[in-house]
């Protein structure tokens, strides 16, 4: 079911949108992603659903495991990573979530407890074995390639996400840490950053719930722009890809165009 809205929201910050809502989906999202061709990808519970920007729902993944989903990739929208984090299993779906070839338990590659993922540039999976504060990157065919001692992190990693240059290893601090595909330390960000993120280029974009801000960070200027949400509603995630704005409440997603968008820096 999609609903068209049209409205105006005045935020008392001095950030003023004119954000107009396109469409409404009834769905209630653990997580929301968005992949390069405007798919959005659902959470919900043990279920992985894919809709399009109308609100379309075009595909559905169900968990084969009594676990609920704990996060996915979806920077190759052709090999889509899933992961359950309480019994360290992963897959791959392809575009239209079906599986891709076998699941892999990293129990099997000697990574027990506290395990994080990200898919690699050249298909296979960058981890971080958490208490050990080892990275370890496994090629397509996942073969152990070469792991590291994380000697520089002094803190639990907790988020792990890499694009086609550079992994970011994100800590219970805030901290985010730079590296190469190669494994090898550049360096640390000056800005702390408390939730997860995506990475668009040279741009950090993240959800700061407590202040209901969607903030982008320039990596390399260190400039930040932010974008208050509707104060109608209350935000989990926000997501604003290069067409649309997507934010989910404890019931709905939001999928919104933004007309004459004004950022302030921060």
Avoid at 89 to 101: E, Q, R, V
Avoid at 237 to 249: E, G, P, R, V, W
Avoid at 256 to 265: A, C, F, G, P, Q
Wanted: aromatic letters at 14%; charged letters at 25%.
């Amino acid at each position: 079911m999609k609903t068209i809205i049209s409205l105006i929201f005045l935020c008392f910050t001095g950030l003023i949108s004119d954000i107009r809502i396109h469409t409404v989906i009834p769905v209630e999202a653990d997580k929301i992603y968005v992949d390069d061709f405007e798919n959005l990808y659902v959470i919900a519970g043990s279920s992985l659903i894919k809709y399009n920007f109308e609100g379309d729902k075009l595909f559905v993944f169900d968990s084969p495991y009594n676990e609920k989903i704990s996060m996915v990739n979806v920077k190759n929208p052709m090999k889509i990573l899933v992961f359950f984090e309480n019994q360290n299993n992963l897959l791959f779906l392809d575009n239209k979530l079906s599986l891709i070839g076998d699941e892999i338990n990293l129990v099997n590659k000697n990574l027990y407890n506290g395990v994080l993922v990200s898919e690699s540039e050249s298909g296979g999976i960058w981890t971080v074995d958490i208490s050990n504060r080892i990275l370890i990157k496994f090629n397509s065919e996942f073969a152990e390639e070469f792991r590291k001692d994380l000697f520089e992190i002094t803190e639990d990693p907790n988020y792990l996400f890499s694009d086609n240059n550079n992994l970011y290893i994100k800590t219970i601090k805030g901290t985010v840490f730079v590296y190469d595909n190669l494994g090898n330390y550049n360096f640390k960000l000056n800005k702390k950053i408390y939730s997860d993120f995506r990475l668009d280029q040279n741009t950090i974009q993240y959800f700061n719930k407590k202040n209901q801000l969607l903030v982008s960070y320039n990596i390399e200027t260190e400039d930040s722009t932010v974008l208050k949400m509707p104060d109608t509603v209350s935000v989990k995630n926000a997501i604003q890809s290069s067409h649309y704005l997507y934010f989910n409440d404890m019931k709905n997603i939001y999928v919104s165009e933004l007309i004459n968008e004004r950022k302030d820096k921060q």
